[in-house]
């Protein structure tokens, strides 16, 4: 099991919105498990838990359950390599990409 504190800064493309960028964060990681917490976009508290799967070496596919925007519980899909990241956001009714890096500042094992 790993614990790990940092954080995240972000670029949001294709949203017409002001956005947080930057996004203090804890993650726990066992085997395929990830869940945590972080300081979101939209500047509330937002809680996750779901999988990481390797898809290719260095690449992973993350499939979560997110808390803290406008919908009580929102599906989340991103790419990670390298502690760089990307997903597909939306804003009300239009998609825009979400680009961002994890700066991990404390890890625990």
Known sequence: ???????????HIGFNG??????PYFDIRNE???????????????LYFGRSTEIFKGLELETAIVSGYDMPIVPMIRLVSNDFYALVG???TEYG????????LKKYK
Not at 18 to 23: G, L
Not at 97 to 104: A, D, E, H, K, R
Request: hydrophobic share 40%; net charge negative.
């Open 1 to 11: 099991m790993e614990f790990v504190l940092g954080l995240a800064l972000s670029a």
């Open 18 to 23: 002001e956005y947080n960028n930057a996004h």
């Open 32 to 46: 395929k498990v990830i869940m945590g917490g972080y300081y979101n976009s939209e500047e509330n508290v937002s």
């Open 90 to 92: 939306k804003e009300r």
């Open 97 to 104: 990409l979400v680009i961002g890096y994890q700066i991990p």
